[in-house]
């Protein structure tokens, strides 16, 4: 009975590492398409004009989301607000919630892009719990008792689904894949003149 489960396993297993190139890398972005894309792009979206003309358009809104204080400090006038850094950040953080979630997906320059959420991730939640202050039940707590949706819990799980990414890149079945591919040297037969 147990050569037959050692069988199983060592069988079951071989098959899975057979996987190892491609099966966690499309997962991981299927998991991100599934769970987070939408979320982003709706958030990007409330951010520009309507689409697709107005995708160059930064709305104020995007002001008030993103650095609520400044604009504050400018009497709630988001055109006063100065180019560097403030609006330099509102841009930047807009297209790179419409941007980074795209190229995840597509597997193109993905581990650039999993940083780049990772810190996109840190900057949302700090500004959530810090500057929001969407209070200490909304925040939660790592290590507790409750696994309930708190921003820390949640952004936890974002976080390591992207440092997975970040760290072992999107897998076989990718643009990153097909880029990186090693194409082999062509020789002429001619001769050199």
Do not use: C
């Not at 069988?7 to 769970?35: M, N, Q, S, Y």
């Amino acid at each position: 009975m147990f050569s037959f489960f050692r069988r199983f396993h060592d069988g079951l297993f071989f098959i899975l590492r057979k996987t190892e190139g491609w099966i966690p890398g499309l997962a991981a972005r299927f998991v991100f398409a599934g769970v987070l894309f939408m979320y982003f792009f709706n958030s990007a979206k409330t951010k520009v004009e309507d689409l697709p003309d107005g995708f160059f358009q930064v709305k104020d809104n995007a002001f008030f989301q993103i650095i609520p204080s400044v604009v504050e400090r400018f009497d709630y006038d988001a055109s006063q607000v100065p180019l560097i850094p403030y609006k330099l950040i509102v841009y930047v953080g807009t297209y790179a919630e419409f941007i980074l979630p795209v190229l995840i997906i597509l597997g193109l320059f993905t581990r650039i892009s999993a940083v780049g959420m990772i810190i996109f991730v840190l900057v949302q939640s700090y500004v959530d719990i810090n500057v929001h202050a969407v209070g200490e039940e909304a925040t939660g707590a790592l290590f507790d008792r409750f696994s309930n949706s708190t921003i820390l819990d949640q952004r936890a799980l974002w976080v390591f689904l992207l440092l997975y990414l970040a760290v072992y890149g999107a897998g076989k079945l990718s643009v990153d894949y097909l880029f990186s591919r090693k194409r082999p040297i062509r020789i002429s037969s001619r001769p050199y003149n």
